[in-house]
């Protein structure tokens, strides 16, 4: 029953914006992180972003610091990844995953089907 539904890819040209949302069901947001991943074509799977359920505290990858922002909101039980100053090379399919624990270092689980982004001009 677990399930977790991404949304808010599309194509947008350099320096654009979008903004990803993970719904979530099947379990309450507050208990578990949230990862978001990507995948683009002929390179290896990339861990994004983060956000422990506990106390809210979130990690990023280096290749997006400064630029993605990773937040939740419990009450609809969804977490977001708001993307800035957008490159070619974010483009991805992008996935989120339920953690194992509140924290972002216990491993994850229940992969949504991904959702893509497209930054080209």
């Known amino acids: 029953q677990v399930q977790l539904v991404e949304s808010g890819g599309g194509l947008v040209q350099p320096g654009g914006s979008l903004r990803l949302s993970c719904a979530a069901s099947?379990?309450?947001?507050?208990?578990?992180?949230i990862h978001w991943f990507r995948q683009a074509p002929g390179k290896e799977r990339e861990g994004v972003s983060c956000?422990?359920?506990?106390?809210?505290?979130?990690n990023y990858a280096d290749s997006v610091k400064g630029r993605f922002t990773i937040s939740r909101d419990n009450a609809k039980n969804t977490v977001y990844l708001q993307m800035n100053s957008l490159k070619p090379e974010d483009t991805a399919v992008y996935y989120c995953?339920?953690?194992?624990?509140?924290?972002?270092?216990?491993?994850?689980?229940?992969w949504g089907q991904g959702t893509q982004v497209t930054v080209s001009s």
């Open positions: 995953a339920r953690g194992v624990t509140y924290g972002c270092d216990d491993g994850y689980k229940n």
């Open positions: 956000i422990n359920s506990h106390d809210g505290s979130t």
């Open positions: 099947g379990f309450t947001l507050d208990y578990y992180a």
